[in-house]
Nanobody
Framework: QVHVVESGGGLVQAGESLRLSCEASGIQYNTYQLGWFRQAPGKEREFVAS????????YYSESLKGRYTISKDNAKNTVYLQINNLKPDDTAAYYC?????????????????????WGQGTQVTVSS
């Protein structure tokens, strides 16, 4: 069972940057992707980016591409989400999750139902 813990959120001003971390444990041979999602109050959970654990191929939301960068540190078993030029619309809880067994095998996976082992989330608040 994969276990993830997010950190790195906070209160920032528009235009600033943040790097969120997702520390993962229990990674198995059949763990394909770790993904970042975000959820603003009153809105559905939205795909942001994901990375294939072993190949490190990355996928991004088309609407958010450009300001977000996902990366991985193998030594620390940690996936990062760098967010630049933050905007008030980026205010949300950001979650990390691993793909379900047999899902997201080499393709972009944007449906939250394709992921399980969710973390508790880390809050990002951007003031204008």
């Amino acid at each position: 069972q994969v276990h993830v813990v997010e950190s790195g959120g906070g209160l920032v001003q528009a235009g600033e940057s943040l790097r969120l971390s997702c520390e993962a444990s229990g990674i198995q041979y059949n763990t394909y992707q770790l993904g970042w999602f975000r959820q603003a109050p009153g809105k559905e959970r939205e795909f942001v980016a994901s990375i294939e654990w072993f190949s490190e191929k990355t996928y991004y939301s088309e609407s958010l591409k450009g300001r977000y960068t996902i990366s991985k540190d193998n030594a620390k078993n940690t996936v990062y989400l760098q967010i630049n030029n933050l905007k008030p619309d980026d205010t949300a809880a950001y979650y990390c999750a691993s793909s379900r067994e047999g899902y997201c095998t080499g393709y972009v996976c944007t449906d939250p139902r394709s992921f399980d082992s969710w973390g508790q989330g880390t809050q990002v608040t951007v003031s204008s």
